[in-house]
């Protein structure tokens, strides 16, 4: 047995497992006709270890590593002993409960057998274009339990020592709408397991078992021993965040649930406790507990191990606790099949947050902090026929440009994809309108859809489509989530402001053949939908409109020639700029009015403190020692033993001792969401909770809460205790 391997062998290794799996998402892509695959990149390839262990990813979406992970080890347990698992053989595996996120997301699994021994697998998945649940392609909104969801299996064996099993392939195809697409899913995840089989063969051939297997099981460890030494270099405490999710016009009326969040980071773990969070809904926003055990680490492989290959040794530093029979550990038979755009979404925000929260606690990863990436998900899914009659499903692409977070040090992209997947994207116009009977009137950037802050978020888009071509001239719209039409779940960190309100409208009797080429421009009834099943019908014009990336940093610190910029490339405009960011632009000469500037951010000071002037000169940034305790980008502990106290780095107000929640200890202000700029709804449901500076009346921190919920306490104990 080999138990050390050269490095310069290792690296070979190492770099070959990771072609193997480039190479076969390439042949995924190759062969699937889906856009929502090939486009948007909603798949993903990887291999395991024979035990199941995660060992290398590839790109799409993060939060199925870990749970195609489970997905093997289930194949693994129901598989290993009789009826076996041999060389040649392949299996299907979607079982919400049991390892996959919702049925649609299909995985395929290929052991690879080398010289008669088991000693790895290749997993993957893509969205399949329909499951066979009670809405068309699987997302269920009319779901009230996981029967509803289409046909979901524990495990199949689809083909045996290499032969394909007519009667399961038949069966599983005569339970979907669109058999002949679905036949093309499975044939490319089929395809990519295939290329990865073949080449982890070669590899084992080249250098052995004992040599391969040893230096998978180094790469896991030195992963572990990498994210704990990260671990340690994070101060220890308790960082809490907390998301809504908003569902409009139920059959239970307009329903608003809570998920909550605890990380606690201690030496070298990390724990995420979910206590606190609602229970189980009776829509299909829910998800499993393996689904949130993914949900949780697609912001961690980025976000804190960006340098570190993301395998199973990442999840070892790592615990979750999630209450059963709550949204985020649901029991069975509650329906799942929204989980990915439903409750993974929000774990992936909260996920985000806390750790966005942990790096911005430090001197040395303060770079890393960004505030949420694409609050929310909208998929719509459109069945109709086309031009020659034939029904067909398509899948619009439109949710996956989303928008990056203002970030530390830099604003949020725009249009900039998602943290969970990082190469996700749109299909282009002339792809979409290839594929299916509509027609688009615009595709188009969203002015002001970023959360302001000193890194402003980076905005989305909007677009709208007619029927076109169709024998029916109409389509039907199977359109989630719901999620952020009322809260806003792009929120910002350290004092910057939510992204926009996502909005989706049905104008009915519609200007359509005027053509209009933006939201103001649409005219017509009005039908606001988020989660549900409509038909889009001759003249009438669907709308939709994403979440903009959160804001960084108080706004009124963001350099007023960036603001310029902003407002003469119209990603901001000109009344935002003013009364949000307190810049004046002189709009005949196209340059700031530095000193209107100046009287606008001083005015708004006074506003943020109840008309009382600043106690300290707060134009600019005062020079305050770092005393290497941050709390976030406004704030550190300082001094000394039991005499540390929390001080404002802006302009060096001594705020409370360290032991004290100082946001008991600040100026508070709790104002409609709508004041963070427009297309921001104000519900009457949703508040900013805002916490200034008392001296300099800095922006602090801002909670999006519902009602009159209490505001969010960390408590970093290596620097407060």
């Known amino acids: 047995m080999v138990t050390k391997v050269d490095p310069l062998t290792t690296e070979i290794i190492r770099h070959k497992l990771f072609g193997v799996v480039e190479e076969a998402v390439i042949a995924l892509e190759n062969v699937s006709g889906t856009p929502i695959t090939n486009e948007a990149h909603d798949m993903m390839v990887s291999l395991y270890r024979a035990n199941g262990d995660l060992l290398v990813c590839g790109v799409g979406f993060l939060h199925h590593l870990t749970s195609a992970a489970q997905a093997v080890k289930g194949i693994i347990d129901i598989f290993a002993e009789e009826p076996g698992i041999f060389e040649g053989d392949v299996f299907l595996m979607n079982d919400s409960y049991s390892g996959a996120l919702h049925a649609p997301d299909v995985y395929i699994i290929r052991p ?50 290499g032969k394909l099993r007519k009667d399961i392939w038949d069966t599983f195809l005569n339970c979907v709408r669109d058999s002949a697409v679905v036949a093309l899913d499975l044939r490319s995840m089929l395809a990519a397991t295939h290329v990865a089989r073949e080449r982890m063969v070669d590899l084992h051939h080249d250098y052995g078992i004992d ?12 992963s572990e021993q990498l994210l704990r030494k990260r671990l340690q270099e994070i101060p ?105 755009i439903g409750m993974v979404n929000v774990v992936n925000c909260l996920s985000l947050q806390v750790i966005s929260k942990m790096l911005g606690a430090t001197e040395k990863y303060k770079h890393c902090a960004t505030a949420v990436w694409h609050g929310t998900h909208v998929v719509e899914f459109i069945n109709g026929l086309l031009p020659s009659g034939e029904f067909s499903i398509y899948h619009s692409t439109e949710s996956f440009p989303g928008s990056g977070g203002g970030r530390a040090f830099k604003d949020g992209v725009d249009n900039g994809g998602e943290i969970p997947n990082t190469v996700s994207r749109a299909a282009n116009i002339e792809r979409c309108e290839l594929n299916f009977s509509l027609q688009y009137l615009y595709r188009r950037v969203v002015p002001d859809s970023g959360g302001p802050g000193k890194y402003r978020g980076g905005c989305s888009h909007e677009w709208a489509y ?41 104008f009915r009797e519609s200007n359509a053949s005027e053509w209009p080429s933006r939201l103001s421009e649409t005219k017509g009834r009005e039908e606001y939908i988020s989660f549900g099943v409509t038909d889009i019908v001759g003249d009438d014009i669907f709308y939709g409109r994403l979440c903009g990336g959160g804001g960084y940093g108080d706004p009124l610190d963001r350099d007023p020639e960036s603001v310029l910029s902003d407002v003469l490339q119209g990603l901001v405009t000109s009344g935002p700029a003013r009364d949000i960011y307190g810049v004046v632009i002189d709009l005949k000469n196209n340059k700031v009015d530095v000193e209107a500037t100046r009287k606008q951010r001083l005015a708004l000071r006074k506003e943020r403190l109840g008309g009382k002037e600043p106690q300290v000169d707060a ?27 929390i001080q404002c780095t802006w302009c060096g107000r001594k705020i409370c001792l360290a032991d004290v929640q100082w946001k008991d200890k600040v100026v508070r202000r709790k ?51």
């Not at 507990?289 to 040794?313: K, M, R, T």
Request: aromatic share 12%.
């Open 112 to 161: 690879i057998h080398f010289e008669g021994k088991l000693v790895a697998f290749a997993a993957t998945f893509v969205h399949v274009s329909d499951i066979g649940g009670i809405d068309v392609a699987g997302f269920c909104p009319s779901a009230r339990e996981v029967y509803q969801e289409g046909i979901q299996t524990k495990g199949l064996k689809i083909i045996q020592r």
């Open 236 to 340: 220890d405490g308790v960082y809490r965040a907390r998301q809504y999710y908003d569902l409009r016009n139920t059959e239970l009326g307009d329903k608003v649930y809570r998920v909550e969040l605890a990380a606690t980071k201690e030496g070298d773990t990390l724990t995420y406790d979910f206590t606190g969070t609602d229970e189980q809904s009776v829509f299909s926003i829910n998800c499993s507990y393996w689904a949130s055990w993914g949900g949780l680490f697609a912001p961690i492989f980025p976000l804190l191990c960006w340098d570190i290959p993301w395998n199973e040794g990442v999840t070892k530093p790592v615990k979750m606790v999630a209450p059963e029979g709550t949204l985020v550990n649901a029991r069975r038979p509650a329906p799942v099949s929204i989980a990915t």
């Open 671 to 721: 104002v409609s969401v709508a004041e963070s700029g427009p297309l921001r709804r104000d519900s009457g449901l949703f508040f900013m909770r805002e916490f200034f500076c008392p001296s300099c009346a800095t922006q602090l921190d801002v909670d999006v809460v519902y009602n009159d919920d209490l505001p969010l306490y960390d408590k970093i104990h290596k620097w407060t205790k």
């Open 466 to 506: 007619i029927p076109y071509g169709s024998p029916e001239n109409k389509f039907t719209s199977v359109l989630m989530p719901g999620k952020g039409t009322l809260f806003t779940p792009s929120l910002g960190i350290f004092g910057g402001l939510p992204g926009c309100n996502a909005d989706y409208i049905e």
């Open 211 to 222: 040599v391969v297997d040893a230096v998978c099981k180094g790469v896991i460890e030195e």
């Open 619 to 645: 134009r600019k940034r005062a020079d305050i020692p770092p005393s290497g305790r941050r709390l976030g980008e406004y704030l550190q502990v300082a001094g000394t033993g039991k005499q540390s106290f």
